[in-house]
């Protein structure tokens, strides 16, 4: 069943017109020149090229247009010799018969069930889209991560940023690294920024080279040096235990005359044989113990001062910023045990008779040093890169997608277990209606092979000779034209002439109408099936005398709107007493089964508009509706002021308005282009109205008022220009 008809870029239907229709009836009201024609010729032949951008929506296969137009009468009638033959099924064979109604029920209830097959797999394609563009939106996070910011791993997208099914392609395409990776995006982005500009090679970072082990470890340390004991004062000195006290006393001994002042006592007590004694128990040995540990504080300061500065000038070095934090402790490690140690020798120094011992560095070291290595290898692997930028970048290209592939593995989970899913469902579906489409070819097959046996047209020509009898025509008639080709024509008693060509309009549209009746009771061949019809009829009462429309009208009725033969029906017209006729008056069926549309058509399109039964008024009525829409074609309007005007003054008043034309208030000059088009013959051709150019809707509609107004009718005027 059609659901939406789209007409779009030809003959009046300038912009898209839309016909959304859920019922199985459709009547069209629109005046002549509306685009009534237009709508039928498309569904007639959808093929012609100027229906290029119209469309339908809603067809099934095997679905069957049966068009009644003015396009159906010149093929069916001129063109042929004869008029091809309706084949419809004999009542001889009810064998036959039951198995095609049975087959017929078939297909129907097939139809059904592949179209809801169909259904539910365009749903679940539909679905499936959905979940693959949302896995698509989260792997195009990587485009808009790396190709913003910093941009350092741009490169690493290149002919993949273009549109996200490329993207995701190419992830999808990567196998899952195993275990775990041992390096992050940051490292890549690193690596990726030393190959940036104008990179050069690194030299090797140098080891901390330090000799202090032999003074951390030398015994006079933990040597206790005193004077010499053969001195006169050395018993007192080590009995008191205090060479050290005296050592550095004697410093200040000065003697002028025969004595000289105690340092300790400040009394005249110091002799000079007394310091000779006491210089004499600080012999040479001492001394050079003494002066030996001095040698060693200022090479041991020397020391650490070198590594220390060395150091300083290495820890900001950008192959050393992973260990930055560790380097950094151990610097200040390294400074706190050297100067603990460099304290303790000055200790010793000053008391060489303590022993002492220092903290050793070689640990703090070693450590330093091993940072510096792992250093060394990153930039002996930095230099080999440089050496070769481009392989270099393919490298941290593959890396990156290997830590993408590892990032984004729960996504590709997902999608691969979705389109396996996916793809079952599909393949099981597509299955189903290969199976359906078998079993509907299989039934239509049979309906096609007991159809054979059952094919004549003598009921149909019979059916149309009796309906011209119906409707009073019996100055011809209908007969078989060939057997073999299974046609028929149009016969005069007394004439072998082409009978068809002398009827008058009204005779032409009653028989080419009763035919088209049987063709949509029957088929067009004998091999011929169709599954559902759908019956366009197009305006066929527009050449017919009133004694015929009711005959027309109740064919109508009868033959389609009170049947169940049909899958759909579109009915247009003219008149609004035969839309009217048609309608059903049954409030709740009409509801059910019939939906009413009004065709209009303004200086920019033509377009469909949805009726309700209560807008249904009569021809006068219509006049005055176009009248009011000052966007109608000015020869419409004025062709309709005119026919209101004809019809209020002639029928209704029973005077010439001619006349009223004649009144000293319509001689104004502003009247005189509006009493023209009113006086003119032939009116009813809107071509005549167009070539005066005269037309003006505001000045037109002043006279078309004015017109009412002077013989007193301005109440009428003003009730139907409220419509």
Request: proline share 1%.
């Amino acid at each position: 069943m059609i659901s939406k008809i789209i007409l779009k870029g030809v003959a009046s239907y300038r912009k898209e017109a839309v016909l959304d229709t859920d019922k199985k009836v459709n009547l069209l009201y629109g005046l002549n020149g509306t685009g009534k024609s237009t709508f039928s010729e498309f569904l007639y032949d959808q093929t012609e090229s100027r229906f290029s951008q119209c469309k339908i929506e809603g067809l099934e296969d095997n679905d069957t247009i049966l068009v009644y137009n003015q396009k159906f009468v010149q093929d069916t009638f001129y063109e042929p010799e004869g008029i091809h033959g309706i084949f419809t099924l004999s009542k001889g064979n009810a064998e036959a018969q039951k198995v095609i109604d049975t087959a017929s029920a078939e297909v129907k209830k097939l139809t059904e069930q592949k179209r809801k097959i169909e259904e539910k797999r365009a749903k679940d394609g539909q679905k499936h889209l959905n979940e693959i563009e949302e896995y698509k939106k989260q792997v195009w996070k990587i485009k808009t991560e790396y190709t913003g910011g910093d941009r350092v791993l741009e490169f690493c997208l290149e002919g993949l940023k273009g549109n996200k099914d490329t993207l995701f392609k190419h992830l999808v395409s990567l196998e899952k690294p195993e275990g775990e990776l041992d390096y992050s995006v940051d490292d890549l982005k690193k690596e990726a920024q030393q190959l940036q500009g104008e990179a050069q090679s690194r030299q090797l970072i140098s080891k901390v080279l330090i000799n202090t082990e032999d003074i951390e470890q030398s015994e006079l340390l933990s040597k206790v040096i005193v004077g010499n004991k053969n001195s006169s004062v050395a018993s007192l000195i080590e009995t008191l235990e205090n060479s050290d006290w005296v050592n550095e006393g004697i410093k200040y001994v000065h003697i002028d005359g025969e004595k000289g002042v105690c340092p300790f006592c400040q009394q005249e007590t110091i002799s000079q044989d007394f310091i000779d004694q006491i210089s004499a128990y600080f012999d040479e040995s001492y001394n050079q113990d003494k002066s030996q540990i001095e040698q060693m504080i200022i090479r041991y300061d020397a020391e650490i001062k070198k590594a220390s500065d060395f150091l300083d000038s290495i820890k900001d070095d950008a192959f050393l910023e992973k260990k930055k934090t560790e380097l950094e402790n151990l610097i200040s490690n390294l400074g706190a045990v050297s100067e603990q140690n460099l304290s303790t020798l000055r200790e010793k120094a000053k008391t060489p008779s303590i022993q002492v011992s220092l903290q050793s560095i070689k640990e703090i070291i070693e450590s330093v040093n091993s940072i510096i290595e792992n250093a060394n290898s990153e930039i002996a692997l930095y230099n080999q890169r440089i050496a070769d930028i481009k392989g270099s970048k393919s490298k941290i290209r593959d890396r990156f997608w290997q830590l993408m592939r590892k990032d984004y593995n729960s996504v590709i989970e997902l999608y691969t277990a979705n389109e396996k899913a996916y793809a079952q469902s599909d393949k099981s579906a597509q299955k189903d209606i290969q199976t359906k489409i078998s079993e509907i070819n299989t039934n239509t097959a049979l309906i096609e092979e007991n159809r054979k046996k059952t094919v004549n047209i003598d009921e149909a020509v019979e059916n149309i000779k009796n309906g011209l009898i119906d409707i009073g025509i019996t100055d011809f008639t209908i007969e078989k034209y060939s057997e073999e080709e299974a046609l028929y024509r149009l016969k005069r008693d007394d004439s072998n002439e082409d009978v068809f060509k002398t009827l008058s309009e009204g005779e032409k549209m009653v028989i080419s109408f009763l035919y088209f009746i049987e063709l949509c009771k029957g088929e067009s061949t004998a091999e011929k099936a169709s599954n559902k019809k759908i019956v366009v009829i197009d305006d066929p009462i527009s050449s017919l005398s009133h004694i015929y429309v009711f005959n027309i009208g109740r064919l109508i009725h009868n033959e389609f709107l009170r049947t169940e033969k049909y899958d759909q029906l579109f009915i247009l017209t003219h008149s609004l007493y035969f839309f009217y006729e048609l309608t059903n008056t049954n409030h709740k069926e009409r509801k059910e089964t019939q939906k009413l549309f009004r065709i209009c058509k303004n200086t920019e399109s033509s377009y469909f508009e949805d009726m309700k039964y209560e807008d249904i008024q009569n021809d006068y009525q219509a006049y005055w509706h176009i009248i009011k829409d000052e966007k109608q074609a000015p020869a419409l309007i004025a062709n309709c002021m005119r026919n209101v005007m004809e019809y209020f003054f002639n029928f209704v008043e029973k005077q010439d308005f001619a006349q009223v034309f004649q009144k000293p208030e319509l001689q104004e000059t502003s009247y005189m282009a509006f009493n023209r088009y009113m006086n003119r013959e032939s009116h009813s051709k809107g071509q005549n109205i167009f070539d005066i150019k005269e037309f003006d809707y505001n000045s037109f509609r002043a006279a078309f008022k004015k017109v009412f107004e002077i013989e007193g009718y301005i109440d009428h005027y003003n009730k139907m220009m409220s419509i």
